[in-house]
């Protein structure tokens, strides 16, 4: 059941995801989806874990709702190319 109500939230894009960008490399990483932003807020400690061990740096998290097209978004450019994902409608919370 719970996976149904994620897929709706998805595709929706009202489904919560942690979206996590990183200095070194420069990158974005986005992790869900979450029903609920207390369950991504609870998972996001894990995903740091991870990256830190990686040896990423410089690391910005927040936990959204979205529709990212990609889960890892690499910056070759040197510019910052974190918003590549659908935003909600507008007049909703973001």
């Given at each position: 059941?719970?996976?149904?109500?994620?897929?709706?939230?998805?595709?929706?894009?009202?489904?919560?995801?942690?979206?996590?960008?990183?200095?070194?490399?420069?990158?974005?990483?986005?992790?869900?989806?979450?029903?609920?932003?207390?369950e991504?807020?609870?998972a996001?400690?894990?995903?740091?874990?991870?990256?830190?061990?990686?040896?990423?740096?410089?690391?910005?998290?927040?936990?959204?709702?979205?529709?990212?097209?990609?889960?890892t978004?690499?910056?070759?450019?040197?510019?910052?190319?974190?918003?590549?994902?659908?935003?909600?409608?507008?007049?909703?919370?973001?």
């Open positions: 059941m719970k996976e149904l109500l994620i897929q709706i939230l998805s595709f929706f894009g009202r489904a919560y995801w942690v979206e996590i960008v990183t200095e070194t490399p420069r990158c974005t990483y986005y992790f869900g989806p979450f029903v609920s932003e207390q991504a807020r609870t996001q400690t894990g995903y740091i874990e991870d990256l830190q061990n990686e040896g990423a740096q410089g690391m910005s998290v927040a936990v959204k709702r979205c529709k990212p097209t990609k889960l978004i690499f910056d070759e450019s040197g510019e910052r190319s974190d918003r590549e994902t659908t935003p909600t409608l507008s007049g909703q919370p973001s």
